[in-house]
Structure formats: structure tokens, C-alpha cells
């Protein structure tokens, strides 16, 4: 293939990898995996130019063939990997293109599988069968809103470990209700849900745009397509009441009732229904049962951007998002300044330090596999089939290790979970300067402070001193600070996929994650360094963890600490001068 050719282009030719070219609609650019209009494709260029261009999806070679550039066009191009480093800047910036694109789960997913494909690894689908080969990179999805991908060590045996990375892609958000239609009333409304604990009075008054899947069913063919979706443009609002009708607000606070406050305005009636151009028409395309369950212009705004007819949709998972874009902020640039922060930046952090601990040198004699787990429904309790409470860690552990070992292997899959370690990487609370009282004083994080380990006696976190060693360790070797959190005794905590993962499948696991502040806010704020300084500590994770675990003897060594310790010594020596002759005596005095 063309783009197995331009992906073995050699450094010297100076590659240079393209990321999310809006391809005119004049080529006809069409895919059945995502919207028509907003598909990105890699172009892989030398120094002379385009050579070819490849789009991700099941059907990338139809795609390739239709999206070649004519010829004389120029389109920009950015050195680097999709996602990545502009040349001069931080990570930081690569992580603002990556927030713009991923709005939701599902384009979270893809943003990564793109940047995955783009760095040679293979796509796995979990209903086929494998055969993995050491050295080898695949990815695999769940739902379309999760994912797996994995590196496997040059040098792997039966039994090492995998050094995991958990992350999520989900974030609280207003998500449309199976039927949004609100009929009466002045304006077209939407029927919108909470999905998980927003601070909801941050979605007033903002210009909000529609993403998600769509389920479409051709009328004419009765084909059925699984669509991304993304109308980036300001179509809905969810006013705020003026003060003169509140007065109160400011000294009592906003009081929001989900239900009765939250529904966003998409038109007045009027337009909606009166105009010609949006007038509802009864055509072939727009009869059917969705019509009644939806108004027929939100119908209209999501064939319109899929290019389907209204008809055709017969289901979605539609939220709210955000149209302001992310960005770099604060007067040194220190900032970054956008939606979904929480989890997306250790989606992003963690596939960029995967991708720099499993190039063909780094990999060549690695021992172990390198993994990240990008989870759903984790702002919801992590209870589903695409969620960390699920099966899909047990299966990829399970699944991976018998595909690596044909033969059968005593105690392959306990073993290798025992060998295994998982960092479970979620954002944290930063010092909030005008909040101090809220935080524990003496572990109070820092924006641009380095990685957060997180602490709760509880277990709401499943940090231990073993764990949170390992990994602080790992960052004071690559030379990135490292901080430390718990919450103040009088305030209950929060939790994360840390404990669900480490209950789930017996795996020693840290709880970390980047500051931030305005967490669940529709805008949350983090330190643009600490993007470098997850990367950075991830990496060494990936890199070294397996040499440092070598190190630090925690079980099946008690009988070597019965020969060597002095306190076992002593005890041991205790029970002989009480000459008690019977070893449960013993035990009684030897404590
Ligand atoms: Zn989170």
C-alpha cells in the first residue's frame, strides 16, 4: 500500500506527518466510521511534497483511494506526529489540538487511534483471533468509546508484567434524552440528562454545539452506519435568568434544577417552524417514528453534518460540549484552558509516553508489555461494558498472555498480574489561592508542580508506600518533580478507577494525576509544564519500571527475611530461650 510505503519513508527524507487536514468536500471525501465533513486523514509528505494521504477506519483503503490530493493544491503541514510536539513548543500545545478534536468520548478514542495508526500500530478487533508476535504494537477499541492499546517487549517471556496506564475519556456533561422533543412554549428546547456531577451552573450562558454518535439506517439501501458527529458550531444556549428576576443569587448562590432549569434554547418556534427554509416538510425522508421523538430541525442539524437524510437516524448518544476552543493562556503562556481536562490529559500523556517507549529501539529487548486503557463512564461509577469495573482489563491481561503463549503455561494469567503494575492516572485537585482553607496544608499541589500521588487511608485511593515509591522514584530518575496529595480529615474524598482496577484484577496500583483547578466546570485550568512532566514520568514508567521492581522484594521472600533480617533473627532466638518446644507457642511469643 501507498501509506505502508510513506510510513517507511527514512528520517532523512525529513518526514513530515500532516495532522487533521480539513479535506474539501469537493473530494468527496467520505467515511462511514465518522461525519463526512469533519474526518481527518494523515498525509504523509517527503521533502517534495504529498505523497500520500491515509484516513483511520475499517475501510482505509477505499478511503485512501479517494482522498488523494489533487494535484497543485497545497495543504499545510506540521512537523512532527499527529497530536505531538510542535517543533519549539511543549506538549502543551499538542494537547490543545488533541482537546479540540476529542468533545466527547467518542472522538477521544479516535483522536488516539489516529495517532496510534499513524505510529505503525495495528488495529485488533476482539471478535477475531489474535496471533501477537514480540516486538509488535496493536490497539484495539470497545464500544467506540474506549480503548486498549499495547506494546509487547522484544524480549517478552511468559509471565512478566504489564505496565499499565489507566486513564478515562469520559466527562460530566448535559447528554440528550432519548426523546428531546418539548412540544408548547415559545422556543424549540432540547430534553437533556446529567451525566455525571458537573458543576452545571458553568453551562449558562455559553454557545454550545452538539457531539456524539449516531446510529443511521439508509432507507434506500437498509444499510446501517455507526457515525461520529460533531456540529462545532454555537446551536444551543442555556440562558441564565437576569438578576432582576433573582435577586438573590449573588449572596445565596445559583440554585440549579436540572430539569427545570437546564433544557438549552436551539430556536425560537417561530423560526423553527414558520420559515421557509426551516419549515418542517413532510417528505419520504423525514417521516417515521424519530420525528415524533424529536424536534425535525435538531433532526435536520445532525443529517445536515453526516450527510444523511433526517429519516435515517434512528438512535444516538448525544451530549452538550463547549464551542469555545482550548487554549494557551495566562500571561506567561503558563495555562492551559479548557473543557475536559479531567481525564483527557492523561489520555493524552499517557498515549504520548506509550508512543515514546515502544518505538523499534526501545522495544527491541524490553521485557514485559507496555499498555494504556483508556476506560468510559468513570464520572459514573465505572459500572459498564466499556468501563474499568468491567471485564475489559481481566480480558486484555488474559487475552494478551495466552496469544503470546500458544503453549499452555502454569498460573500464566495469575502470574502475570501479579508481575503487573498499573498507574492510574486521573486529574487532581490543585491549591485553590482563594479557597486555601479547602486543602490539607501540608499537601496543598501546585500547577507546574509535577504529578500528583494521591493518598487516602480508606482506600479511595489505591496508592500504598509501595506503589507511590515505585513511582516517585521513577520521576526523581527522569528528573520531574513529584507532590503529594490527601485530603483535609474533615472532607470526604473523591475516588478513581484506582481502586475499582486494583480490586478488579489484584494489580498493584498508584493513584497520580496533573493539578488543576475548576474541576467539572464547563472550563477547568492546568499548568501547561505539567503536560512535559506527566509525559516525562510516564515514560520513565514505561521505560524502567520492570528494572526497578526487580529491586524491591515485597512478597515470596519471607523465608529469605527469616535468614537474614535481625528482627526475624531475634524472634526466632526468643522462642528458643523461652524453650517453648511447640511452634504455635512460638508464634505467641514472637510477635
Ligand atoms: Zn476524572
Known amino acids: 500500500m501507498a501509506s505502508m510505503r510513506a510510513l517507511s519513508l527514512s528520517r532523512a527524507e ?136 499495547f506494546a509487547v517487549g522484544g524480549g517478552y517471556e511468559a509471565g512478566d508484567g504489564f505496565v499499565i496506564v489507566g486513564a478515562h475519556t469520559d466527562s460530566p456533561c448535559p447528554k440528550l434524552k432519548p426523546n428531546t422533543r418539548v412540544d408548547g412554549g415559545g422556543d424549540v ?8 456531577g458537573g458543576l452545571w451552573h458553568t453551562w449558562f450562558d455559553r454557545d454550545l454545539g452538539i457531539a456524539g454518535r449516531v446510529v443511521v439506517k439508509s432507507s434506500k439501501t437498509n444499510e446501517v452506519f455507526h457515525r461520529l458527529v460533531k456540529i462545532d458550531r454555537a446551536v444551543c444556549r442555556i440562558p441564565t435568568l437576569a438578576i432582576h428576576l433573582d435577586r438573590g443569587v449573588n449572596s445565596e448562590g445559583m440554585k440549579v434544577n436540572f430539569q427545570q432549569h437546564m433544557a438549552p434554547i ?88 506509550l508512543l515514546n517507549a515502544s518505538t523499534d529501539e526501545a522495544l527491541e529487548k524490553a521485557s514485559g508489555v507496555r499498555m494504556i486503557m483508556h476506560f468510559d463512564h468513570e464520572e459514573v461509577g465505572s459500572e459498564s461494558s466499556s468501563g474499568a469495573a468491567g471485564a475489559m482489563t481481566t480480558d486484555a491481561i488474559k487475552r494478551i498472555a495466552a496469544a503470546l503463549n500458544p503453549e499452555a503455561v502454569e498460573g500464566l494469567d495469575e502470574r502475570t498480574r501479579r508481575a503487573s503494575f ?36 480508606n482506600q479511595r485511593y489505591a496508592t500504598d508506600a509501595v506503589t507511590a515509591f515505585m513511582f516517585r522514584e521513577l520521576g526523581e530518575r527522569a528528573g520531574v518533580p513529584v507532590q503529594e496529595f490527601v485530603v483535609r480529615s474533615d472532607t470526604g474524598c473523591g475516588s478513581t478507577i484506582g481502586p475499582i482496577f486494583s480490586t478488579r484484577t489484584g494489580i498493584r496500583t498508584v493513584d497520580v494525576g496533573a493539578a488543576q483547578l475548576s474541576m467539572h466546570s464547563i472550563r477547568e485550568v492546568c499548568g501547561a509544564d505539567d503536560i512535559d512532566h506527566a509525559v516525562t514520568h510516564l515514560t520513565a514508567l514505561f521505560l524502567h519500571f520492570i528494572d526497578l521492581d526487580r529491586t524491591l522484594i515485597v512478597d515470596g521472600a519471607i523465608g529469605a527475611l527469616c ?29
Open 14 to 149: 525529513s518526514l513530515v506527518v500532516s495532522t487533521r487536514v480539513a479535506l474539501p468536500r469537493a473530494w468527496g471525501f467520505h467515511h462511514p466510521w465518522t461525519a463526512c465533513r469533519d474526518v481527518s486523514a494523515f498525509v504523509w509528505a517527503n521533502s517534495d511534497g504529498i505523497v500520500t494521504t491515509r484516513s483511520v477506519g475499517p475501510d482505509s483503503s477505499r478511503v485512501h483511494a479517494r482522498a488523494r490530493k489533487p494535484a497543485g493544491r497545497s495543504i499545510g503541514r506540521r512537523r512532527g506526529t499527529p497530536y505531538g510536539r510542535r517543533r519549539g513548543m511543549g506538549r502543551a500545545d499538542g494537547l490543545v489540538t488533541y482537546l479540540n478534536d476529542a468533545w466527547t468520548p467518542y472522538h477521544a478514542v479516535f483522536a488516539t487511534c489516529e495517532a496510534l495508526r499513524a505510529r505503525g500500530y495495528e488495529e485488533l478487533d476482539e471478535r477475531d483471533a489474535w496471533s501477537l508476535r514480540r516486538g509488535g504494537k496493536y490497539f484495539y477499541t470497545r464500544n467506540a468509546s474506549a480503548c486498549v492499546a
Open 189 to 196: 428546547r432540547i430534553r437533556v440528562q446529567p451525566y455525571g
Open 266 to 353: 436551539l430556536a425560537t418556534r417561530s423560526k423553527a417552524e414558520g420559515g421557509e427554509e426551516t419549515k418542517e416538510k413532510k417528505t419520504e425522508d423525514d417521516r417515521g417514528e424519530e420525528s415524533s421523538r424529536h424536534h425535525p430541525l435538531l433532526l435536520k442539524l445532525i443529517a445536515d453534518e453526516i450527510g444523511c437524510a433526517p429519516g435515517d437516524i434512528v438512535d444516538f448518544d448525544l451530549q452538550l460540549c463547549d464551542t469555545q476552543p482550548s487554549a494557551i493562556g495566562g500571561a506567561q503562556r503558563e495555562f492551559v484552558y479548557s473543557g475536559r481536562l479531567d481525564n483527557l490529559v492523561s489520555c493524552y500523556t499517557s498515549l504520548h509516553a
Open 422 to 457: 498499573c498507574v492510574s492516572s486521573d486529574m487532581a485537585h490543585a491549591l485553590h489561592p482563594n479557597y486555601a482553607d479547602r486543602h490539607e496544608p501540608a499537601h496543598a499541589p501546585k500547577m507546574h508542580g509535577g504529578l500528583v500521588i494521591k493518598h487516602n487511608a
Open 563 to 591: 535468614r537474614r533480617c535481625d528482627v526475624f533473627e531475634s524472634a526466632s532466638q526468643m522462642s528458643l530461650d523461652a524453650s517453648v518446644p511447640d511452634a504455635d507457642d512460638a508464634r505467641t511469643y514472637a510477635t
